[in-house]
Each structure stands twice: as structure tokens, then as C-alpha cells.
């Protein structure tokens, strides 16, 4: 069996990390050749308390605390790399439960080895029934999958099967080390609101060089993630501040794909989120969102997103330097970021 480093970056998020922990150590048996890393990416709540009690109630496994200071998902992912002594590395988020023989499932495809990369089933698990309105905003593709990426949800049916690398999600994203490491590792991802201006495309930016060079992945329908989705995360307010971090992300993306920014826009993107009218406009669908009135929320947030970070990599060098850097195996950010957490002026009026 090959040994296998389960990796779950966390951030004060002590309240549902245990939960998950558990999770997995009833699927994994202790005589396995399994590590459980956390990596803390500076809580300051009860993560570590609750990892401790964890490790103390099952002795039995191999548990791995690291403390990362430096913020964003990006180091808590790198930081768990380079601990790991796996040869496959399985992240996980910090809020998703696994079902009987998980851990089986996402292995098996590995047997072959031109398969680098794994994913699976990415289930809701709601704290009460969604918004009628959430229905219209999943989309349907033409090889069979079903998605909200808003939400990471992700259904292929159980029918496994190869498919793109782009569609292994950071809630379940299984890989060979070596391969993660030769790709150069993951983008940018999961910065403070105030650090928002340095967020990338994440796994999606390893994928997609993943996808140039051939490297295959397995759709594993065999099994599923149920991923926590909390009340807070079914409002209209909620999927349009996430395509306002959406626009960031695809910004960041077209910039490093053209390594130049484009020219600057006729209008900025406070113009997109402040005008009266549209005030008018979002507070009807506030108060009677329909799935097609939340989809003018997200589109109208996701503009505005791309400018905001158009303009942070047109006005500031630190930011287009971050974004052209060739990797994020160092995943320090530029020096003077902590400006950035002080200035809070500068920073986009949140889309909700």
C-alpha cells in the first residue's frame, strides 16, 4: 500500500476540525501507512487544543501538528507538503466528513501510475434545506457533471472515470507528491479580506499546468466528501461577495497567462458596485432573490472583482511582481504586506 499524507490546513475553524477528524480516523485503520498532518495556518481559537484532545483520544494514528504564521491557504498547503512523507498527498478542508472505504477508493486509482491526480463526489452536507433559489445556479456540462462551484459541490454520478485535472477540487485533491512538487506546487489562495489583492487561482493553477503537459486524473464515483455548507453560506450576500473574490482569481489567472495587465477600463470597479440605481436594483433581489436575480448579483460582483485586482497589479509592482512569479514554493508574500492588513481604506467595500 502506498503511504499516504492526509493534509488539512486549517484556520479558526476549531468548531467543525474536530468533526472532521474524527471523520477520517473511521475510515482510515491505524495499522495503515497513513499520517494525519495538521497544519494550524495561525488560529487563534481552540485548533490546537482540539487537535490535541483528537490525538489523545486515539493514540493509535500518526498525528502531525505544524504551526504556520505566514497567511493564506497557500503556505498551509506548501507547509504540509513539505512535511509530508507520503508519496500521495490527499488534501482536505477542514469542514468535510468522509463516507466507509474513502480512503480505499481514492487510493485504488492510483494502481496506475499515469494517473497523477484523484477527486471524487463533492456532496452538500446543508445545515437545513438550501434556498429554492440555489437550484437554478448549479450547471450542467456536457461530459456528465454537475456543479456549484460557489459552494464546491461537485456530482459526476457514480460512474468513475478519467476526466480533467481541473476538476479535482481543493476539498478533496488527491496527488502524487512528486508530481505536485514538479509542477511547482499550488497559486495563491485563501488570504485574510485584507490580502485579497494577492489571492490566485490555487489548485485550479496547478491543474491547468497539470492539463498542458498531459498528466491524467480519475474521477473516483465510487465515493464522495460531504462538504459542510452553514446557513451563512445560502444568502444572495454570500455568492456575491465569493464572485467578488471569483473576479480576483480570474484577473490573477488572465494576467499571468498574458504576464501583462490590460489596459486600464472606462469606469472602476466602485462604479460597478455603488451607482444608485443599481442599489435600487440589488436590494429587490436582496429581498426577493430569485435565481436569476442572485446570477445578476454575481456576475455585476465578479466584474467588479477583476477590476479590483486589475488595478492593484496596474498601481502597485509588489502585486504584479507576486502574480508573474514563476512558483509559490516559498509562499512568503512580498515584503511590506502587512501595510496591507493596516490600510484598511484602501480596501474594496465588501459586494455585501
Known amino acids: 500500500m502506498l503511504r499516504v499524507s492526509v493534509i488539512i490546513p486549517t484556520l479558526n ?36 487544543e482540539v487537535f490535541r484532545e483528537i490525538r489523545v483520544m486515539f493514540p493509535q494514528y500518526e498525528w502531525r501538528y505544524f504551526y504556520e504564521p505566514v497567511p493564506g491557504l497557500l503556505s498551509g498547503r506548501h507547509r504540509g507538503a513539505k512535511e509530508a512523507r507520503g508519496e500521495i498527498l490527499s488534501f482536505l478542508d477542514d469542514d468535510v466528513t468522509l463516507p466507509a472505504r474513502w480512503m480505499e477508493s481514492i487510493l485504488q486509482p492510483f494502481g496506475d501510475p499515469d494517473i497523477h491526480f484523484v477527486g471524487c463526489r463533492y456532496l452538500p452536507d446543508y445545515d437545513h434545506a438550501p434556498p429554492f433559489w440555489t437550484e437554478g445556479l448549479w450547471q450542467e456540462h456536457d461530459d456528465g457533471f454537475r456543479t456549484l462551484g460557489h459552494l464546491s459541490l461537485l456530482d459526476g454520478g457514480e460512474l468513475s ?28 489562495d485563501g488570504y485574510p479580506w485584507e490580502l485579497r489583492r494577492f489571492r490566485g487561482d490555487g489548485e485550479s493553477g496547478l491543474a491547468s499546468k497539470a492539463e498542458m503537459l498531459g498528466f491524467k486524473a480519475f474521477y473516483q464515483g465510487k465515493t464522495h466528501v460531504k462538504h459542510h455548507v452553514p446557513a451563512s453560506r445560502m444568502t444572495p450576500e454570500y455568492f456575491e461577495r465569493r464572485s467578488f473574490l471569483q473576479g480576483i482569481s480570474d484577473s490573477y489567472t488572465q494576467i499571468r497567462r498574458d504576464c501583462r495587465v490590460p489596459g486600464a477600463p472606462g469606469r472602476s470597479w466602485k462604479d460597478l458596485l455603488r451607482p444608485a440605481k ?74 455585501a
Open 13 to 48: 475553524r476549531a468548531g467543525v476540525l474536530g468533526r472532521t477528524l474524527r471523520s477520517i480516523v473511521a475510515v482510515v485503520d491505524s495499522s495503515d501507512p497513513v499520517e494525519i498532518i495538521v497544519v494550524d495556518n495561525g488560529s487563534v481559537d481552540q485548533t490546537a
Open 161 to 188: 472515470r478519467p476526466y480533467r485535472p481541473m476538476l479535482v477540487w481543493g476539498l478533496c485533491f488527491a496527488a502524487r507528491r512528486e508530481t505536485v512538487i514538479k509542477l511547482g506546487g499550488f497559486n495563491p
Open 278 to 351: 443599481w442599489k435600487i436594483e440589488r436590494d429587490l433581489i436582496l429581498r426577493r432573490p430569485t435565481a436569476e436575480g442572485v446570477a445578476r448579483l454575481m456576475v455585476r460582483a465578479h466584474r467588479a472583482g477583476m477590476q479590483f485586482h486589475e488595478n492593484a497589479a496596474r498601481n502597485d509592482p509588489k502585486v504584479l511582481d507576486w502574480v508573474l512569479r514563476q512558483n509559490y514554493l516559498d509562499p512568503r508574500l512580498p515584503d511590506g504586506w502587512t501595510q496591507y492588513l493596516n490600510a484598511r481604506k484602501d480596501q474594496p467595500p465588501r459586494p
